[in-house]
Every structure is written in structure tokens, then in C-alpha cells.
């Protein structure tokens, strides 16, 4: 069987990109592929999640072995998991995670299921510029709590300055007591 993979982006309406890959490929060959295609490194941690309609994550596919020694029953790794395994319906869903720090992937869904089998993964289409592979701090700083788009210059609270006297010290007095600790 050969799955149709389409992948799309929050960051870039107009990114989307088909893949078409062998259900018995594994989730390491098709993290493998994604990254080549888009021309992103390896050397940077990722993983998939089985998703839900609604975009939910649900079990997570890791590049590497995360379980600690903790029981193994419910972890699965890219290189041992077959697609086949985790997704076979039309409209399944899995989340890949390309960055990690900021949590930034895509949203792949099964869309179509093909006769026959495929020994590499193709690439069938290409429209629009794919999201970078690592955010820059300008854009983890927008994105952090607290950023809401803005960055900390930007802050009128502290354009005047800071001024001491402005405090109110009041319930304070007790602290001068603890400055030798």
C-alpha cells in the first residue's frame, strides 16, 4: 500500500508539499525525506505525533530513545515503527515537530491510499516556501509568554526610567534586618 501524505504549515498559507511513500516505510525514512526535501539539517532533534481531528496530540514517535529506563510498552522509535503501524485510514493525522525549542512542525495528513508499493518516498507537489528549520531569537522572543509580538524595547512601562523613590517601601523595613544572610 502507498500512502498519500499531504503537509502543510501554520507559519505559510501557500506552503504544501505531497508526499507519496510505502505504508511500510518507516517514520525514520519519512522524517528522513521531510527533511531532505525541505532542505533541512538532520542534526537537529524531531518527532512525530499521532494526531486527533482537532490537531491533538496524541503518541509521540521519537527520533531517539526518550523512555530513561522507564517501561518501554508504549514508546516508539522512528527507525523500528512502520507507518502502517500508527496510521492506515484515509484522514489520519500525525504532527512532526522539526523545532523542538519552540515547538514549531507540521500538520501531515494521510489523504490518500494507493495500490501497489514504492520503494523510495517521492515528492508529487511543491507550492510555497517552507517555514525555517529554527526560529531566530527575534522570533522566539515574539513568541514567548508574555511577548504577544512585542519585544522588550518596545515596552513603554520602562521608557522613562527606573527611580528608586518611586517604591513603596511599606512591609519591606523587615528585609534590612536579613542583608547579612
Do not use: C
Not at 514517535?61 to 514508546?75: Q, R
Not at 510555497?128 to 515596552?155: H, I, M, Y
Amino acid at each position: 500500500m502507498i500512502y498519500r501524505l499531504l503537509l502543510l504549515s501554520d507559519e505559510n498559507d501557500f506552503f504544501q508539499r505531497e508526499i507519496t511513500i510505502d505504508a511500510e516505510a518507516s517514520f525514520l525514512q519519512l522524517n528522513d525525506f521531510i527533511l531532505d526535501s525541505l532542505n533541512y539539517s538532520r542534526k537537529e532533534l524531531t518527532t512525530f505525533y499521532v494526531s486527533d481531528e482537532e490537531w491533538q496530540k496524541g503518541q509521540e514517535i521519537t527520533l531517539m530513545d526518550m523512555s530513561f529506563g522507564k517501561s518501554e510498552e508504549d514508546s516508539f522509535l522512528m527507525e523500528s515503527t512502520k507507518l502502517e503501524e500508527l496510521i492506515e485510514n484515509r484522514g489520519d493525522r500525525l504532527i512532526f515537530i522539526f523545532d523542538m525549542i519552540s515547538e514549531r512542525g507540521l500538520y501531515i495528513e494521510l489523504v490518500e491510499l494507493l495500490a501497489g508499493s514504492q520503494a523510495e518516498p517521492k515528492l508529487t507537489h511543491s507550492e510555497g516556501k517552507a517555514p525555517q528549520q529554527t526560529s531566530s531569537f527575534e522570533f522566539a522572543e515574539t513568541r514567548s509568554v508574555g511577548g504577544a509580538g512585542l519585544s522588550f524595547e518596545d515596552d513603554e512601562i520602562f521608557e522613562d526610567g527606573f527611580d528608586s523613590d518611586d517604591l513603596d517601601a511599606e512591609g519591606f523595613s523587615e528585609l534590612d534586618s536579613l542583608e547579612g544572610y
